[in-house]
């Protein structure tokens, strides 16, 4: 496979005039005056939305998975309704289904999008944001508030004080930076903080996680090699990156490619590290289709055949058997469960 050529495009631009779509769209919006009092910046982003919909959309119709449409449909409820624009989420996804019966697809649009269309007609509860059930709330409340703020020292002594006080490395990755990084995600999704401020939040995330790495490689590994990476497109790393590094902790031999990796690179780095076990990141649906690719390329090579392959994601736990369809060995909904799974595969 060219990671740069062929990956270079998502299999679904590949494969469907996504362009030819986007005007159609956009022609039936703008009879219906949806643009109407609407300056050029409204109508420019929302051609670059309908591109990223019908993307989105035409993969989870490769899933046959409706549930993943049902999570979508939401998630731009969400977060339309936090910009005030909540209004045009309904007639845009009823747009999108009318072209997309339009176009020739070899798959039955009805049946997987028909209970997602039906939900933008029903009441939904709001977005809970907060620690409720995080045993330290308080104490990751001020750590979120002061990171927001842009206090990492701060944020820093409030760690440095928990692990002082007894609170494990597992549970600072998981109770602080897992658990803070899902709430300002929320907090961004609901338009309460910026994506420059969330963006932020991350990467002094990251500078937080690296002032810890010394308390985490003190010892030589004892346990099976492990490769952690993100499907190639998958910007997403930081969720796969702290369990790379909680396994690290665990004992294991792990081995951290990042973000957006291409699928030769992969394989050729399995190859050469002689890994047991590879877990596999994809945060949004429209990588799919490239991450099970990925998994038969691995399948296929018969000095990698046999490594046992873990994926996680938003999609994995929108839609449990997910991971089934695309031909994985399992995935993993948190940090802990992966630290779990990849211990009793290394028993196994």
Not at 207 to 226: D, G, W
Request: charged share 25%; with cysteine.
């Amino acid at each position: 496979m060219d990671s740069k050529g062929f990956e270079a495009q998502s299999y679904i631009e590949l494969r469907y005039d996504l362009d030819a779509a986007v005007d159609m769209a956009m022609s039936i919006m703008e009879r219906e005056g949806m643009f109407e009092g609407k300056d050029s910046r409204f109508i420019e982003y929302s051609r670059s939305d309908l591109k990223i919909h019908f993307q989105y959309v035409l993969e989870v119709l490769q899933t046959g998975s409706e549930s993943l449409f049902i999570d979508y449909v939401e998630w731009n409820r969400v977060f339309f309704r936090g910009i005030g624009l909540e209004y045009v989420v309904a007639p845009t996804f009823r747009i999108i289904h009318d072209v997309l019966l339009k176009m020739d697809l070899d798959i039955d649009v009805d049946t997987v999008l028909a209970p997602g269309m039906a939900s933008l007609s029903e009441s939904h509860d709001d977005v809970v944001i907060g620690f409720e059930g995080n045993p330290y709330p308080e104490l990751v409340e001020s750590y979120c508030r002061s990171l927001l703020k842009g206090d990492r020292e701060k944020a820093w002594n409030i760690l440095n004080d928990a692990m002082e006080d007894g609170v494990g490395i597992l549970e600072i990755f998981e109770h602080f930076f897992q658990a803070s990084l899902r709430n300002v995600g929320l907090l961004w999704q609901t338009g309460r903080i910026s994506v420059a401020k969330e963006h932020l939040f991350t990467s002094s995330t990251q500078n937080l996680m690296a002032r810890i790495y010394p308390y985490i490689f003190v010892k030589p590994p004892s346990k099976s090699k492990v490769m952690a990476a993100c499907v190639s497109g998958e910007l997403h790393e930081m969720g796969i990156r702290m369990i790379a590094d909680m396994l690290e902790l665990e004992g294991f031999d792990t081995t951290y490619l990042g973000a957006n990796t291409p699928s030769d690179a992969i394989v050729s780095m399995l190859k050469e590290s002689g890994a047991k076990i590879l877990l596999l990141s994809a945060t949004m649906t429209y990588h799919m289709e490239r991450l099970q690719r990925l998994i038969s390329l691995v399948r296929s090579d018969p000095d990698t055949e046999r490594v046992k392959i873990l994926v996680g994601g938003r999609p994995f736990t929108v839609d449990e058997s997910l991971w089934e369809k695309i031909g994985a060995d399992g995935y993993s909904k948190d940090m802990k469960e992966a630290i779990d799974m990849v211990a009793s595969l290394d028993e196994a």
